[in-house]
């Protein structure tokens, strides 16, 4: 079991930054693949920057130069610095993570909302 915890959400004027944090615990070992995902409504959950197989960065082309993950192995925290924010990155912003067992587990959410 892994358990997901995101903080760092909430509202910002465009041109503004935030951090989100994504805590794990429980068998942390067990994750392969970790990053964050985003849903607005109606839409479908948009896989924006994570740490996938083989120890690459995925950044979706909206966000690059703007938006960095990075993790802390010490702390099994993975952060999501996201800068130069446009109301377009309005959303509910979800952590995951992908085990060597090919089992995913989502964080509770946490809105970042980009006033303009």
């Not at 429980?26 to 948009?46: C, V």
């Not at 995951?96 to 006033?115: K, R």
Request: charged fraction near 15%; include cysteine; aromatic fraction near 12%.
């Amino acid at each position: 079991q892994v358990q997901l915890v995101e903080s760092g959400g909430g509202l910002v004027q465009a041109g503004g930054s935030l951090r989100l944090s994504c805590a794990a615990s429980g068998s942390t070992f067990s994750i392969n693949d970790i990053g964050w995902y985003r849903q607005t409504p109606g839409k479908q959950r948009e896989l924006v920057a994570g740490y996938v197989s083989g120890g690459s960065i995925y950044y979706v082309d909206s966000v690059k130069g703007r938006f960095t993950i990075s993790r802390d192995n010490a702390k099994n925290t993975v952060y999501l610095q996201m800068n130069s924010l446009k109301p377009e990155d309005t959303a509910v912003y979800y952590c995951h993570a992908i085990t060597t067992g090919w089992i995913d587990y989502w964080g509770q959410g946490t809105q970042v909302t980009v006033s303009s």
